[in-house]
């Protein structure tokens, strides 16, 4: 179909020398760590596969991956079906069109530390509208003393941060839909759902295959918010992967286990969203037959 | 472009769904979506209602609104270095970033669109794998490396930093405005005896326009809201206004007012842009090659 070029590689080139100058070579850094005990800068010692052993057997870091994936299928499952009832009732035209799409938008644009502010503010049960509200409602409400609730409430957040993106993506891919579909579904006498299950979901598989492979990757890297806001406790209920491995990192400094980690790290992310893409793909191949 | 104007021109979903109880269809979704908004807005009302509050207002009183209106707090970021440095430094490093990436993604998204060769479709998924590194211990190296080089503390170290998640971005939503643009018009242009340059500059670069916007407006997003990399390479010459606040939060016990102040005018340059380019966000959130 396209002709083959080998000297479009040389277009390419200047996008794989920035990604490679900013990505491969601090990941060869992090290669170089995880097999090394690092004493100090001038005392290292190669202690091959230690570090991947002993991170792999840290009750801790079970801990921390058992909860991190609750949390992330908790986003996919929630953002997801939020999202695409948003799109389904967000307005097409007009000038609601345009206010609705920006009022959406906006907390895409807030920098992370600062979504973590305005809850952290929010939430609090003093001088924050939620938290006083829940407390005036008679709901002991504390999302600094209580578990379940410092959990809730960093799922909420990232709920009220992140389901603009999955809504505009779908938002889109509805637009995208030639009003032909529509008018034989009318013809038909289709009922909303069926116009909902055979038109409208089908035709946004390619958008919500990008939805859900950028809110699993993000959700799993989750850092700057609930640091801000819970710092990781009460206890350890909101130390997520990535604030558990800071801990190690910055904190103990001990960079030869947490370099390995964070190869182990990147490794789990790469393979379930490898997994999520094919699932998604057999689905909507199988999908599409069914229709046919 | 028809890609761009189709956003507005399709009629609302409503008046293509079956009639048969619309009116009360309509009004369950517009239910809906003004909830959600609620959710949505109350967040940031209270922390832009907050800003003009003072200290002791907020801390002994509970209002909806501020009851001692007062504008002290945005004066005393505007009028204090430490704090309005911080989003000029921002400003500038987003910026830096913004040009650098799309000007790098831009053959690289037309020869991804135009041509195949050795290891295109790797290189394609490679490139989303470089968002999936989790930041925290590779900000050590990302230190080293900007250390050896002199650049530590320069608005170009975040710069390059950010091009990690940027480009890949860019290269994706470009292809897919790319993709849009028959092939035919390349081929005509070269027949013409164009060069690929002056093919490029002034015939293909006007066609896709929208696309570039959008590619802009997603690299000046992702840029501006990023904290780890952009506070680990800093110090004090370009120090982002996101690493001044949590610096501030610690030291200073807890100024809320001040603190609320500096968050709404941390929202206002990505609200600012986002009118601008409202009609093609969402297109540009779609494209891709999926």
């Known amino acids: 179909m396209k002709p083959v070029n080998q000297k479009a590689w040389l277009l390419v080139l200047p996008v794989f020398l920035c990604v490679a100058f900013s990505a491969i070579l601090p990941l060869m850094t992090v290669v170089n760590y995880s097999v090394q005990d690092i004493i100090s800068p001038e005392r290292r010692v190669f202690v091959g596969t230690e570090w991947f052993v002993s991170v792999m057997r840290d009750s801790d870091l079970h801990a921390a991956l058992a909860r991190q994936l609750t949390f992330s299928l908790a986003v996919l499952v929630v953002e997801i079906p939020l999202g695409i009832a948003l799109a389904l009732s967000m307005p097409a035209t007009g000038w609601k069109a345009s206010a609705v799409l920006v009022l959406v938008a906006l907390s895409l644009l807030i920098p992370w530390n600062v979504v973590g502010t305005i809850w952290q503010i929010y939430g609090r049960g003093d001088i924050g509208l939620l938290g006083a509200a829940l407390q005036k409602l008679g709901f002991d409400y504390s999302y600094t003393g209580n578990a379940t609730h410092a959990w809730v409430t960093?799922?909420?957040?990232?709920?009220?941060?992140?389901?603009?993106?999955?809504?505009?993506?779908?938002?889109?891919?509805?637009?995208?839909?030639?009003?032909?579909?529509?008018?034989?579904?009318?013809?038909?006498?289709?009922s909303k759902l069926a116009v909902f299950r055979y038109i409208q979901l089908p035709k946004l598989r390619g958008v919500l295959m990008i939805a859900v492979l950028l809110r699993f990757m993000d959700s799993f890297m989750i850092y700057t918010e609930p640091f801000v806001l819970t710092g990781g406790g009460p206890g350890n209920a909101t130390t997520f992967l990535s604030q558990y491995l800071t801990q190690k990192a910055v904190g103990q400094f001990d960079?030869?286990?947490?370099?390995?980690?964070?190869?182990?790290?990147?490794?789990?992310?790469?393979?379930?969203?490898?997994?999520?893409y094919n699932w998604m793909q057999r689905v909507g191949t199988a999908a599409k037959e069914v229709v046919q | 472009m028809n890609t761009v104007s189709s956003v507005a021109s399709v009629p609302p979903l409503a008046a293509r769904a079956p009639s048969r109880s619309k009116a009360f269809a309509i009004d369950k979704r517009a239910i809906f979506?003004?909830?959600?908004?609620?959710?949505?807005?109350?967040?940031?009302?209270?922390?832009?209602?907050?800003?003009?509050?003072?200290?002791?207002?907020?801390?002994?009183?509970?209002?909806?609104?501020?009851?001692?209106?007062?504008?002290?707090?945005?004066?005393?970021?505007?009028?204090?270095?430490?704090?309005?440095?911080?989003?000029?430094n921002s400003m500038i490093y987003v910026a830096l970033n913004t040009v650098i990436s799309v000007t790098v993604a831009l053959p690289a998204a037309y020869a991804f669109s135009r041509y195949s060769f050795l290891g295109d479709k790797h290189v394609f998924f490679w490139l989303l794998t470089n968002r999936m590194t989790p930041p925290a211990v590779f900000l050590l190296p990302f230190?080293?490396?900007?250390?050896?080089?002199?650049?530590?503390?320069?608005?170009?170290?975040?710069?390059?930093?950010h091009l990690v998640f940027n480009v890949p971005l860019a290269v994706w939503i470009l292809e897919g405005f790319m993709s849009g643009v028959p092939r035919e018009i390349d081929e005509t242009a070269y027949i013409d005896g164009y060069s690929f340059p002056r093919f490029f500059l002034t015939i293909f670069l006007p066609l896709i326009k929208a696309g570039v916007g959008v590619a802009a407006f997603f690299c000046f997003m992702f840029s501006w809201v990023e904290?780890?990399?952009?506070?680990?390479?800093?110090?004090?010459?370009?120090?982002?206004?996101?690493?001044?606040?949590?610096?501030?939060v610690s030291a200073s016990g807890m100024d809320w007012a001040v603190l609320a102040a500096a968050g709404v005018l941390t929202i206002v340059p990505g609200a600012v842009v986002i009118w601008f380019v409202r009609h093609y966000i969402a297109k540009g959130f779609a494209m891709g090659r999926v």
């Open chain 2, 33 to 88: 979506l003004v909830a959600y908004l609620v959710f949505a807005v109350l967040p940031i009302y209270w922390m832009v209602s907050m800003s003009f509050k003072t200290n002791n207002e907020i801390l002994s009183t509970f209002s909806f609104w501020p009851q001692s209106f007062t504008w002290d707090n945005y004066r005393t970021i505007l009028t204090d270095e430490s704090w309005y440095s911080g989003y000029i």
């Open chain 2, 227 to 248: 904290l780890l990399l952009a506070r680990t390479l800093t110090s004090v010459n370009a120090k982002p206004i996101v690493a001044t606040m949590t610096r501030t």
């Open chain 2, 143 to 161: 230190f080293q490396l900007y250390t050896t080089l002199g650049l530590m503390d320069t608005h170009l170290a975040v710069a390059l930093a």
């Open chain 1, 154 to 190: 960093v799922l909420v957040m990232d709920v009220w941060h992140w389901t603009p993106l999955v809504a505009l993506l779908c938002y889109a891919g509805l637009r995208a839909i030639p009003d032909a579909y529509y008018q034989a579904a009318r013809i038909d006498g289709a």
């Open chain 1, 255 to 276: 960079l030869g286990p947490a370099a390995a980690f964070s190869l182990i790290y990147f490794l789990i992310i790469l393979l379930l969203c490898f997994i999520l």
